[in-house]
């Protein structure tokens, strides 16, 4: 009696609004707003114009909602606070690892520029990445440093400016070296560790921040 084969499972086809919103993301990317065009993203996403207009009425409703996903993106990767860890300064220093390393790997890089070169033309949506990337991942820092000033480890007295702090004093100068080209962007990012090319640098940022807040 011959024996049944073993049915092997395809992978899930990616959803096509998401390989849409991926798609855009590239074309922008590497073309930027006024070069890149419908054919061209609906061609990278492997799929029709038509389709692509059946979900994004024209091409500035797309690049909305390219940078309103790329935001969810970002936030999936930098992942919450263990706050159960003993160790508050290594928490600190992996946030600070992750978030410098999603803010300067090759594609993050070339989309920073696009928005940039963008942002006369929209400036609300430099207002929404700067509020939608930055400014979610400081809230959440924001509330971590609460927490270590509630339980005395800490003292922070404003916990939305000592996060807004740590994330210049950590990450700014390598971010802003990056964006320039002066330093290279970092690998692409993983979901289980993040990279840590810069982690010397971060470390005794982290220290120089907790030297001023830690508590007596």
Known sequence: MAKKRARIAKPAPVPRREAILQAAKDVFSEQGYELATMDDIAERARTTKRTVYAHFENKETLFAAMVEHSAGVFMQYLGEFDRSASNYQAELERFANRFCELSTF??????????????????????????????KASAMLARYLHELDRRGKLKVADPKIAAEQFLSITTGSIRLATLFGLIPPVADPNRSEPNRTHAKEIRRAVEVFLRGIRAK
Do not use: C, M, N, W
């Not at 989309?111 to 400036?123: C, D, L, T």
């Open 106 to 135: 090759r594609h993050a890089v070339q989309f920073q520029r696009v928005i940039i070169a963008e942002s006369k033309r929209f400036p609300k949506l430099s207002r929404s990445v700067s509020t939608s990337i930055e400014g």
